[in-house]
């Protein structure tokens, strides 16, 4: 059967559009964007605010359905199961008014795959992209592959003339620590240019007067002015004294506070997000404990222990004030593999725990530090934090270290981190997004947010021919296969699923998305 997306309408929301007034949206959440680079970093608020500026072949509306945006239409092709043929939207053009066609996202493509993106994993399964006329590219595979459309929804789309003529060719090495043009600058084809940008402090974007998506979304907001404010007292106050319009991150709790406010409103979703704990489980030894010698977090027992020693119902309850699901593995229900379960398998057995240390060949424990971000997930310090106090209760003695997101995640790309929090969320809904960083060897083209040093040949082998496997039932086995040998090996310690709740003013039109990343073109402004 042949597959064919054809453009009938963006959403529903775009028969809204009308005639739009000159509106500023004030937009704030705990962290910014690390960098401007659209492939540099794989990490949501970072590809939320390249939204607004950039876009991608294909995109996922208000509702989560994949829709078209620079490519109009989508098919394997009939000649070849391997390649997907992508029909380009033509008459666009980049903020300085260049053209975009084939030859961009040839180039943006060719840039995503190279080794310091973070997005090689969603393309590690391609051969070849090709352009055969100004306005069809040709991703060729090794092996059909069935998700590939699913793989390009935030695969930003450069300007090659653009890219070169300043030295943008290359991506920017942010975990090394470098700084480039592309890291400050953007000229995307999105609905909003980009006129000044402040890291950490705030960043101001326009509209694009010649955005090709005009009568078909609501485009109702002017301009953006977007303010990362980490401390959640002073994101609150600066919501309920109308300083800004909408935040992201309501800490849980002033839920009711900011509920109950005039003019206000809470909206609230279940996010395709997971909360869990890395661990180094490959290293002979382990730089930040106090065992010579050896590495405790090598036995499959003392990860279980520390899993057992985990009350995810206690966050739930005292530091997520119920805005949370405890999980069993790192997979969201709405993700195609995830297993009911599998989640929910984690419960916690201080005994159960102990007795596994002692088994294990630790009856008195051990120390070690949990390297934690402050600013990017709800309540990331403070579930740490509680953490902290109850792998006390089988003799593991955890030293807190809790940083801006920005110090924070290259500690766990460069392999600098013995045991960390992280979040995941799965833009393709489907597993083999989790497997292709998470769990398969840290390597050229897989495994770039595994932090844990694991390693398996044969479980490697299986992710890899995921992405070959047109056989959906088939693939599902295998699937459910892969995550058996992942929940077996404990391979991380998954505490919950996070729910996403938005503050904003009642006149600000517009759903919480799973994704947590704000489509402000599709935003109405009563």
Same mark, same amino acid.
């Given at each position: 059967?042949?597959?064919?997306?054809?453009?009938?309408?963006?959403?529903?929301?775009a028969l809204m559009a009308g005639a739009a007034s000159a509106e500023t949206l004030r937009w704030a959440r705990a962290g910014d964007s690390l960098t401007l680079d659209p492939h540099a970093q794989n990490e949501g608020p970072t590809s939320?605010?390249?939204?607004?500026?950039?876009?991608?072949?294909?995109?996922?509306?208000?509702?989560g359905t994949l829709v078209p945006s620079l490519a109009t239409e989508w098919a394997p092709s009939e000649d070849n199961p391997n390649v997907w043929v992508f029909k380009l939207r033509e008459g666009v053009t980049f903020h300085d008014g260049a053209e975009f066609d084939s030859e961009d996202v040839v180039f943006s493509l060719n840039r995503a795959? *190279?080794?310091?993106?973070?997005?090689?994993?969603?393309?590690?399964?391609?051969?070849?992209?090709?352009?055969?006329?100004?306005?069809?590219?040709e991703i060729e595979t090794d092996g059909p592959n069935p998700i590939m459309p699913n793989n390009l929804t935030n695969m930003f789309m450069m300007d090659k003339g653009w890219a070169e003529a300043n030295n943008a060719v290359k991506v920017q090495d942010y975990e090394g620590g470098e700084d480039t043009f592309a890291a400050k600058n953007a000229n995307g084809t999105g609905p909003y240019k980009?006129?000044?940008?402040?890291?950490?402090?705030?960043?101001?974007?326009?509209?694009?007067e010649n955005y090709w998506g005009k009568g078909e979304f609501p485009l109702e907001v002017s301009e953006i002015?977007? *303010?990362?404010?980490?401390?959640?007292?002073?994101?609150?106050?600066?919501?309920?004294?109308?300083? =800004?319009?909408?935040?992201?991150?309501?800490?849980?709790?002033?839920?009711?506070? =900011?509920?109950? *406010?005039?003019?206000?409103?809470?909206?609230?979703?279940?996010?395709?997000?997971v909360i869990f704990f890395g661990m180094n489980q490959g290293d002979a030894d382990l730089s930040n404990d106090n065992i010579e010698g050896k590495n405790p977090l090598s036995d499959v027992?003392?990860?279980?222990?520390?899993?057992?020693?985990?009350?995810?119902?206690?966050?739930?309850? =005292?530091?997520?004030?119920?805005?949370?699901? @405890?999980a069993g593995m790192i997979?969201?229900?709405?993700?195609?593999?995830?297993?009911?379960?599998?989640?929910?398998?984690?419960?916690?057995?201080?005994?159960?725990?102990?007795?596994?240390?002692?088994?294990?060949?630790?009856?008195?424990?051990?120390?070690?530090?949990?390297?934690? @971000?402050?600013?990017?997930?709800?309540?990331?310090?403070?579930?740490?934090?509680?953490?902290?106090?109850?792998?006390?209760?089988?003799?593991?003695?955890?030293?807190?270290?809790?940083k801006p997101k920005a110090q924070h995640f290259p500690l766990i790309n460069n392999l600098e981190t013995d045991f960390y929090m992280l979040g995941w969320g799965v833009p393709t809904y489907d597993s083999e997004y989790i497997f292709n960083f998470l769990a398969h060897t840290k390597g050229e083209k897989y495994g770039s947010w595994n932090g844990t040093r694991y390693t398996n040949p044969d479980l490697d082998a299986k992710i890899v021919a995921l992405a070959s496997e047109t056989n959906?039932?088939?693939?599902?086995?295998?699937?459910?296969?892969?995550?058996?040998?992942v929940q077996d090996d404990q391979l991380y310690i998954p505490i919950h699923h996070q729910v996403l709740n938005w503050g904003m003013k009642s006149n600000v039109g517009t759903i919480v998305e799973p994704e947590d990343s704000p489509k402000i073109k599709y935003f109405t402004m009563q």
């Open positions: 059967m042949k597959l064919r997306h054809l453009m009938l309408a963006a959403s529903a929301t939320a605010l390249a939204h607004q500026i950039m876009e991608t072949l294909v995109m996922r509306d208000h509702s795959m *190279t080794p310091d993106s973070d997005y090689k994993e969603l393309l590690a399964s391609v051969k070849e992209v090709r352009a055969p006329d100004k306005y069809t590219v980009l006129v000044s940008r402040e890291p950490d402090v705030k960043t101001v974007l326009a509209a694009n002015i977007y *303010t990362p404010i980490q401390n959640p007292a002073t994101r609150v106050a600066a919501l309920l004294s109308g300083e =800004v319009d909408i935040i992201q991150d309501v800490p849980v709790q002033d839920l009711e506070r =900011v509920a109950g *406010t005039d003019g206000l409103d809470v909206r609230t979703a279940p996010q395709n997000r027992r003392v990860r279980q222990a520390m899993s057992k020693a985990i009350n995810r119902d206690a966050i739930q309850q =005292v530091v997520m004030r119920g805005q949370s699901a @405890p997979a969201p229900p709405f993700v195609n593999g995830w297993d009911e379960g599998m989640d929910g398998s984690s419960s916690t057995d201080i005994e159960g725990a102990k007795a596994l240390m002692a088994e294990a060949g630790y009856p008195d424990g051990f120390s070690i530090q949990l390297d934690c @971000p402050n600013d990017r997930y709800i309540n990331d310090e403070a579930i740490c934090q509680a953490a902290v106090g109850m792998l006390a209760q089988i003799g593991i003695t955890v030293n807190l270290d809790a959906l039932p088939e693939r599902d086995k295998m699937i459910a296969e892969i995550w058996q040998v």
